[in-house]
C-alpha cells in the first residue's frame, strides 16, 4: 500500500512538473517554445535510436542527431529580414543534403551485417520524430506567415493560443478516451498492439473532443475559425489515436514497456508525445493549405 501510494506521488509530481514547463513554455514567448521543442526532438530522437538498438540495429546516431538539429533549425531565422532568412536557410540546406547521404557512405566503414536497417533507422528516426516536432513549432503563426515560405514575414505574430490550443485538444482526447473507455468500453479497437483501447473509449473520446474543440474556438482568441479546431480536433481523434498506437507497436517490436524514463512514472518523450507526433505534419498541412 505504502509502495502504491509512493509512485502515485511520484507520478502526480512528475505529471504536475511536466505541464507546468509544457504550458509555461508555450505561453512565455516564441524562444521558450521553439527551444523546449527542439530539446524535446533532439531527446526523443536519442530514444528511438536506443529503442531501435535492442532489435540489434545499430542507426548512426551522431549523424542522425546532426541532421535532427539541422532539419529543426530549419527557418528558425523568420522573424528577421527576408533576405538574410533566405540564405540561412540555403546554408541549413546545402549542410544537410551532404549528411544525409554521409550516412550512405560512412555505413560502408561500419562493417555491419544489417548495413540496409542500419540507414533506414537512422533517416526514419529524424523523420519520425525531429521533423514533427519542427512543424508542430512552425505552427503558431498568422495564416499570411503560414502560406509565405519565403522568409518574408513583416508581420509575423507568435500566436501562442495556437499550440496551447492543440496541447489541450491532444489531452482531452487521451483522457475521454480513458473515462469512457474504461466505463463502457467492450469492444478492442486494437487488440494486437493495446489491448486496453476499444472502440467505444475511442468514439467517445473523438466526440468529446470535438466538443472541446467548440469550447476552445469560443475561449481562445486566435485567427482559426472554429472550422478549423473542429478540423484539428478530428485529426486529433483520429489520427492522435493511431500515433499512439504506432508507439505501442515499436514498444511492443523491442519488448520495452517505455520508451524512456525522463517522466517518473510516466515513461520517455515518445510515450508523451506519441499522439502529437502523427498529427503535427497533418494538422501543419491542413493550416497550409486552407490558409
Known amino acids: 500500500m505504502a509502495l502504491n501510494l509512493k509512485n502515485l506521488s511520484t507520478r502526480t509530481l512528475s505529471a504536475v512538473v511536466f505541464v ?22 533532439i531527446w526523443g530522437l536519442l530514444e528511438f535510436y536506443r529503442l531501435i538498438e535492442k532489435n540489434k540495429v545499430r542507426p548512426n546516431k551522431p549523424l542522425g542527431v546532426l541532421a535532427g538539429i539541422l532539419i529543426y ?48 533507422a537512422t533517416v526514419i528516426g529524424f523523420l519520425y ?12 503563426v498568422e495564416p499570411k506567415t ?5 522568409g518574408a514575414t ?31 468500453g467492450k469492444h478492442k479497437l486494437f487488440e494486437r498492439i493495446s489491448p486496453g483501447k476499444t472502440w467505444e473509449g475511442s468514439i467517445g473520446g473523438g466526440i468529446l473532443t470535438i466538443g472541446a474543440a467548440f469550447l476552445i474556438s469560443s475561449k481562445i482568441n486566435t485567427s482559426l475559425s472554429t472550422l478549423d479546431w473542429l478540423v484539428i480536433a478530428s485529426i486529433i481523434a483520429i489520427i492522435g489515436t493511431m500515433g499512439d ?12 514497456k517505455d520508451s524512456g524514463s525522463i517522466m517518473p ?10 499522439s502529437l507526433i502523427l498529427a503535427s505534419p497533418f494538422i501543419f498541412s491542413y493550416l497550409y493549405l486552407t490558409h
Open 154 to 184: 513583416p508581420d509575423f505574430v507568435y500566436a501562442w493560443q495556437i499550440p496551447l490550443g492543440i496541447i489541450l485538444l491532444i489531452w482531452s482526447n487521451d483522457t475521454f478516451a480513458y473515462l469512457v473507455g474504461s466505463s463502457i
Open 146 to 150: 503560414i502560406i509565405d515560405i519565403s
Open 20 to 41: 507546468v514547463v509544457l504550458v509555461s513554455c508555450i505561453c512565455w514567448n516564441v524562444y521558450s517554445f521553439t527551444t523546449l521543442f527542439f530539446i524535446l526532438s
Open 245 to 256: 498506437l504506432i508507439e505501442s507497436m515499436l514498444k511492443r517490436s523491442t519488448g520495452v
Open 129 to 140: 520524430v525531429v521533423l514533427p516536432f519542427k512543424l508542430f513549432s512552425s505552427i503558431p
Open 73 to 120: 533549425s530549419w527557418d528558425l531565422v523568420r522573424f528577421n529580414d527576408s533576405i538574410f532568412s533566405s540564405f540561412i536557410n540555403l546554408k541549413v540546406l546545402c549542410l544537410l543534403l551532404p549528411i544525409v547521404f554521409l550516412i550512405f557512405i560512412l555505413e560502408l566503414y561500419r562493417k555491419s551485417e544489417t548495413p540496409f536497417l542500419n540507414i533506414a
Open 265 to 274: 512514472g510516466h515513461g520517455g518523450i515518445l510515450d508523451r508525445f506519441d
